[in-house]
């Protein structure tokens, strides 16, 4: 699923929910890695860019290479984020 094309002018892809290991879901681009905390952060366009070795997003929240999946329904309703117009993946 994901919800529209990234944001930055210089990228092609899409904007996606995604589980991290501490449970949180937030809004990654599966082609450059820009990640969104939340919601307001995707609006106001205020992205962090993780980087080795830590890979942080956040407090407590990180999307180290093998610890995070991408979000199903289930995940982006229970974070809230479930009345929004999520697409299908081609």
């Known amino acids: 699923m994901w919800l529209v094309e990234c944001p930055s002018f210089w990228d092609q892809g899409l904007v996606r929910p995604l589980v991290t290991e501490s449970g949180a879901v937030v809004l ?29 997003v956040g407090a407590g929240v990180h999307v180290r290479p093998g610890t995070f999946r991408w979000a199903a329904q289930p995940d982006v309703e229970a974070a809230g984020l479930g009345s929004l117009r999520w697409r299908a993946l081609p």
């Open 28 to 56: 990654r681009c599966d082609s450059c890695e820009a990640v969104w905390r939340t919601l307001a952060d995707f609006e106001e366009q205020e992205h962090v860019e993780p980087d080795e070795p830590d890979w942080l």
